[in-house]
């Protein structure tokens, strides 16, 4: 690839197609889109001054390789921070941040705001979900969350933290001014002409704010559920669960474990034509198309249940709630159910069976808890081994012993390559625990069983606790031992 010195600006290659390889001495390589201008091409050549190899792409391909070529190299947040002195003009930062402009077509002197730009630049590109901005003492540190773990990528000088955080509250159209309370935010970016929606959140600390930014990819690819990595079985009984014309259906996890994906996936099953889909969440994180979606706004006393009990009068056929938080939400989800609804919600519990028991911890009566609740799926995310540089090794007696009954003869580590980044991973993909609730079940909860005696019971409907779902990716040398050790529990 040519060097940054030899890159055609981006705005010229996006507008015309056209995109520079290799320059050599006699030749120059060029990636032309298949609606490429031949007067850019012609422009090209002149500025070149030799000769061009045309290679023609498709119009995906031209728009992936463009943004491969321009969010490297340059943009790299940690060779900006390294550069940027620690003096910094403070009307550098007030310069606003058009709604429209894509990231890769700033060419903003500013070093801050390089910087931040180069910061979102290389999360989306590394498919980051996260990025961590945290004040120590002495040093500043900013970390990115890929595939569930923090990886540092950066420290910046400790004084320049001050003005990142600036810039991105104002990004974010927060007071700058204000220091000691938290806030949050949105901040709606363009990234190789990709939609990118980043939540912002503030908390002051004892050294200065704490600043994370979520990434939400609009454009991203919608999952479904034969996407999610769920067993043959588990995902035919889940099926099952979803045509129910009514009843509640809980998808439980720790924050971070897929539990909103999931439910989307299951909405997107569901036919928004014939039936009224409503959602209530905090925040909206994906738009879904044939369905109402309502954010939460505790500024204006918009909560879980107020915003439940209005959906109830426009005659709804499937409800999703983003989490159920407390006695009021639970009650009018139980309400709702018994009334010929189709309730979808997560909860924060460690496994399928203990959402019975927190939902009868909340107020739930047992007796409309057992004639409403349906089923409910635990879940974790394990991260995937990178089929470039995964290795086989046998199953030694220890881990057999740690690892448990059904432990298989070969297990694979990861070692590390180009194409994951040296981490040995890539990608996530889902374990899975479902209780299905039949007539046995459901005098468990009725009578207020223990979660241990739920789960008996669960074991004749199919259940399978995470760690035995996740023997068949250990099997299968989609994960490794330790990352499965690592989300899972006996």
């Not at 704010?209 to 043959?232: C, H, N, S, W, Y």
């Amino acid at each position: 690839m040519s060097t940054p010195s030899q890159r055609l600006p981006y705005a010229f290659a996006r507008a015309h197609g056209v995109l520079l390889g290799e320059v050599g001495e006699t030749q120059a390589e060029v990636f032309a889109r298949e609606d490429a201008s031949p007067l850019a091409l012609a422009e090209v050549r002149r500025m070149l001054g030799q000769p061009l190899k045309l290679s023609s792409l498709s119009r995906g391909a031209f728009e992936a390789r463009l943004s491969e070529a321009y969010s490297g190299g340059e943009n790299n947040a940690a060779e900006i921070a390294a550069d940027v002195g620690q003096d910094i003009d403070v009307s550098q930062l007030m310069q606003e941040l058009p709604p429209v402009e894509d990231l890769l077509e700033a060419e903003d002197d500013a070093p801050i705001i390089r910087m931040i730009n180069a910061l979102l630049t290389q999360a989306v590109r590394q498919q980051a979900s996260d990025i961590h901005i945290e004040p120590y003492e002495t040093y500043s540190v900013v970390r990115l969350r890929r595939d569930g773990v923090l990886v540092e990528v950066a420290r910046p000088h400790r004084a320049l933290h001050a003005a990142m955080a600036s810039r991105i509250k104002i990004m974010a159209s927060l007071d700058i001014a204000e220091k000691r309370l938290p806030q949050d935010g949105r901040i709606g970016v363009r990234l190789a002409g990709r939609q990118i929606d980043v939540r912002v959140s503030t908390l002051p600390t004892s050294h200065g704010e704490r600043i994370v930014l979520r990434l939400l990819d609009k454009d991203a690819t919608q999952f479904g559920l034969d996407a999610l990595g769920m067993a043959p079985e588990t995902g035919r009984a889940f099926d099952h669960l979803l045509a129910q014309p009514h009843g509640i259906l809980l998808v439980t996890g720790p924050t971070g474990s897929g539990k909103t994906t999931t439910l989307y996936a299951a909405l997107r099953t569901l036919d928004g034509h014939t039936r009224n889909i409503v959602t209530v969440e905090d925040p909206v994180e994906y738009d879904l198309p044939g369905v109402g979606q309502i954010q939460v706004n505790a500024r204006v006393e918009l909560t879980f249940a107020r915003a439940l009990r209005s959906i109830l009068r426009q005659d709804p056929d499937v409800i999703m709630i983003g989490e159920i938080r407390d006695l009021e939400t639970a009650q009018i989800a139980v309400q709702a159910s018994l009334t010929g609804h189709m309730v979808l919600a997560t909860l924060h519990t460690n496994d399928a069976p203990s959402a019975v028991t927190r939902l009868i911890d909340m107020g739930v009566e047992p007796f409309l808890l057992a004639s409403t609740l349906r089923g409910a799926l635990a879940q974790r995310l394990v991260r995937k081994l990178c089929p470039s540089c995964r290795a086989p090794y046998p199953a030694s007696a220890a881990d057999k012993a740690v690892i448990g009954e059904g432990c298989p003869d070969t297990l694979w580590r990861p070692t590390g390559c180009a194409a994951c980044g040296n981490t040995g991973y890539a990608g996530r993909t889902g374990v899975y625990e479902l209780l299905t609730v039949n007539e046995t079940v459901q005098g468990l909860v009725h009578d207020q069983a223990s979660e241990a005696e739920l789960r008996e019971a669960g074991h004749v409907t199919g259940l399978r606790s995470l760690r035995d779902d996740g023997m068949r990716l250990l099997s299968e040398g989609i994960t490794s031992a330790e990352e499965l050790l690592r989300v899972t529990r006996d």
